[in-house]
């Protein structure tokens, strides 16, 4: 038996190299024989400069790989990675949803701009660097540019470039100029709703508006790629905010508010103030007393107790006294008036008589249950708690009757009459495509009285004070109100606010579609000054324009046709034959 030696003990021949089964692999292995045993030949052969090269040869191979391992990555990324833009593409990177309305035209969206800055250490040229930055940049302020090239430090010298204006700085190729990107939110419609929409600061937070009251919503859609919706219709918002400029106009009134509501959903479709250069949404932080509007609810109050009916009798053939105090008519009718009448004629006298009957238990409640002693609870944080009276006297419940003696906010009372006109629900607004999420309407009035006071407010418009907020087939109902304001010694009559508050259709079923209108015109300019005059008119614009939006068609009804002539009644056509 013979003893192999191990394959580990065997001496190869030197200069013998091993041979490869797999002749593919030939020219590899003999390479690296090659270079593995380089150094042995030289050494061996005494001869040095085989050595050198050899290290030489290594180090450009290293090189040589690291060079092309580059050259292939640049070529990948030239031809096949997506290119930047400027704008981010990945729905994870943005910082806040895209605000859309109701259908989806985009409101607010988050874009990249860029910062500039200039370090003057690094800047070859200064009067070169000042002239060219000026002459893309007219804009720039001159005073803040010359000190940043002449300081001492590195400074941040303009924010909010697009993408182009900061190419056009860059392509000027001055040193120590470099840019640095930050995220900007943009508003497409420029001041369109801009008082609902609101704003946010320069680190993306929200600060006023639907950017405030829905932030933290805002910025986890954003993370998820998906856009918010609000309730509003930007075809209706567009109508508002020209019947309102035109009513600011007609009127020379110092300010002015305008919402349409779906009462049923009580989401708000449109919703301005004005003049729009102010930053204040006058609709949900403005307080106002509203005079006459507030006859619907003490009338509603009476009808929901059963301390009146539409015949009940009201004397007001002369002034209400309540102790010394001297209650009139603005439209004095002297005589005695059914409740219907008392509506119809804005009767002062009427409602406070019929306020002090019912006595201040029963007019809190009604008042509270309309929502109008606390603040609307809408998502805008800017929504003002009213101003309400500290004693409830037969003295306040008379100026309570009639709008006077409480300051309360638009959004307060379009909400209020909301609930009086679909069935009797208060449906909190909501800015929410759908409306609030998890609040349950509470009971106010009963559906008969909803039904009655519809009836009543369509009477109003075709028979009483707001005729000129008709629209003709539309069915429009509603209410004035006119109130002078307190100037700090006494209610000044050429000081006025004049509002109308208008549903439509007033008729058909409690739950089918319907729509409420608040027209507010602060300090009309020109007598005369009353609701019925300064706001009906754009009530009746709006409701016109509007209805193709909304679904509703013109139709007759019991007072009027389709076309807003007369309804002929069995008298007319009997004398026509």
Sequence with gaps: MSVQPHPSSVRRPAGRRPRLQTPSWRWLAEGVWWVEHG?????????????????????????????????????????????????????????????????????????????????????????????????????????????????????IVASGLTPDERAQVHDLGLGGVTFAMEDGRVYPLEGEAKHLIGATDTGGQGISGVELAFDKELRAEGAAGAPFELSIDLRIQGVVESELATAMAETGAKAGVAIVTNVQTGEVLAMASWPETGSRNLATSGHYEMGSVFKSFAVAAGLDTGAADMTTLFDASEPFMIGKRRITDFHAQNRIMTLEEVYLHSSNIGTSRLAVQMGPVVMKDYFGRLGLLDRAPIELLESAAPKVPDDWTPSTLASLSFGYGIMVTPVQVIAAVGSLSNGGRYVPLSLRKGGAVGVEPRTVVTPQTSLNMLDLMRRNVVRGSGGRANAPGLRVGGKTGSANKWTGSRYDPAVAVGTFIGVFPSDGPLDAPRYAILVLVDEPGEYPRTGGFVAAPAVGRIADRIAPFVGVERADDRWQLADGRPNPTLKDMEASL
Excluded at 53 to 69: E, T
Excluded at 139 to 149: C, E, M, N, Q, V
């Design 39 to 155: 150094f042995e030949r030289a050494r061996a052969h005494a001869r040095p400069e085989e050595d050198s090269r050899v290290r030489i040869f290594l180090v450009l191979a290293a090189f040589g790989l690291v060079f092309a391992g580059l050259g292939l990555k640049a070529g990948y990324a030239a031809l096949f990675e997506p290119v930047d833009v400027g704008y981010r593409g990945a729905a994870s990177d943005r910082s806040r949803a895209d605000l859309v309305d109701r259908n989806g035209r985009l409101l607010a969206t988050d874009v990249i701009f860029y910062a500039m800055f200039i370090d003057p250490s690094q800047v070859w040229d200064r009067d070169v660097a000042f002239r060219e930055i000026r002459r893309v940049m007219p804009g720039l302020d001159a005073d803040r540019l010359k000190g940043a090239i002449w300081g001492d430090r590195q400074v």
